[in-house]
Structures are given as C-alpha cells and as structure tokens.
C-alpha cells in the first residue's frame, strides 16, 4: 500500500514564529487532506488539497502531487495551534481509503 | 455548516460487553467510513460503506466487528465483545463520492474496556 511520511515528528516553537510541515508520499494519489487534532482527541479538517494551493488564514497548503510531497505553513504561531497535524492520502490506484501518516507533533509555548 | 455528528463521546465498558457506537454522518453523503486511532499511534482506517453493504474492510476488521445502516441517518459499529485492545478513539466519516472528494470526520468516540 502507499506509504506516508511526515516530518519532523516533533517541533516545538516559540509564539508568532513560523513553521513548515512536510508530508512525503509515496504514490500517486486522488486525495490528499490536512487534519489537527486537538488535545481532546477530535480530528478538525484544516485542508483538501490533492493539488495547488490554498490559504485560511494564517494556514496554507501546496501539494505537488507530481513530485509527492504536500506542505503546511502555519505563521505567527499561537498556543491554541499546539496538537498533532497529520497528513491523509488516498491512492488513485486503489481502494478508497484515506492512509494516514504518523503526524507532527507540534507545541507552541507561550 | 453540515457536520458528521457521533455519539457516545466516551464510553467506557468492561471486557467481554458489546458496544454501538453511533454516528450520523452528512444528510446528503452516500459513502460512509470508520476509522480508529489507539493512543499515541496513527489513525487507521476499519471500513466503508456504500449502498447498504461494506465495500472495503481492512484486516483489522474481523468478526468481532460490524457495521449498519439501521435507518436513513444513523451509521452504527457493532464491537461484539470488547477486549483490552479495542480501547481507542473510532471516528465517522462520510463524503458525497466514492473515491474522490473530501471526507467529512465526526469528533470522535472514546472508547475504554476495562
């Protein structure tokens, strides 16, 4: 099956600085979505974007699907950001399955 | 804004019970899913379903497991008889198309056997 990776697994920043979170995959996809998980537990949808760019907000997202990796940029970063970021594909090939990666762990101090 | 809506957000069992946990995904959605995430490990994907039958199931989804369509809103999962194992978070999720398009997840339902 197709594999996904994310990296870094864990980042710890400082109030209103920027990150970059990367998802690599290994196949050629038809989906491809951004989750955050809170603290509590629940998966809130951020992006699907299996091609381009979009923006909300302080957030936004490029997918290369010819090249396999996604991106999110999170800037001026805020405590309420704290939490588990994953990236979600689905193969094109195959099944209709979301494959998940292993997530970034991310923790914004005050 | 339509939402995937689940409930119980947390149940807590002892071993051996059987457990529903129930999820009313998107009104208009056709295609509905179930996914679970053990503490501190990825989330993985159980099964779809489409058309009052399952359509994908991973191996993690053995007889120990069902799902149902019980009416024309609600999506149930069946656990049988629990185990120390299944304690995780399972998650809903529905999307208007098969095998394109966004996938809508409800907030989740904790789930511990005890």
């Known amino acids: 099956g197709i594999q996904v990776e994310q990296s870094p697994p864990d980042l710890i920043l400082q109030e209103g600085a920027n990150s970059t979170l990367?998802?690599?995959f290994s196949d050629s996809v038809n989906n491809l979505q951004w989750f955050h998980q809170?603290?509590?537990?629940q998966l809130i949808n951020l992006f699907y974007i299996p091609?381009?760019?979009k923006q909300n907000g302080r957030l936004s997202a490029t997918t290369v699907a010819t090249e396999r990796y996604s991106l999110l940029y999170i800037s001026s970063s805020q405590t309420t950001d704290s939490g588990v970021y994953f990236c979600a594909v689905e193969e094109e090939t195959s099944g209709s399955r979301l494959?998940?990666?292993?997530g970034t762990q991310l923790t914004v101090n005050p | 804004e339509p939402e995937v809506t689940q409930t119980p957000s947390h149940q807590v069992t002892q071993m051996g019970q059987e457990v529903i946990l129930r999820c009313v995904p998107i009104s208009n959605h056709l295609y509905f899913y179930w996914y679970r995430q053990i503490l501190g490990q990825k989330v993985e994907f159980l099964v779809s379903f489409y058309n009052n039958e399952i359509s994908e199931k991973s191996e993690i989804f053995d007889d120990q497991f069902s799902v149902e369509?019980?009416?024309g809103s609600n999506f149930t999962l069946k656990i049988r008889s629990t185990k120390?194992?299944?304690s995780a978070m399972y998650f809903c999720a529905s999307r208007l198309q098969g095998r394109t398009g966004e996938l809508f997840f409800g907030e989740g339902s904790r789930l511990t056997v005890l």
Not at chain 1, 38 to 41: H, Y
């Open chain 1, 22 to 24: 990367r998802c690599n």
């Open chain 1, 38 to 41: 809170n603290p509590w537990g």
């Open chain 1, 51 to 53: 091609s381009g760019t």
């Open chain 1, 99 to 102: 494959t998940f990666g292993e």
């Open chain 2, 69 to 71: 369509r019980p009416d």
């Open chain 2, 84 to 86: 120390l194992e299944d």
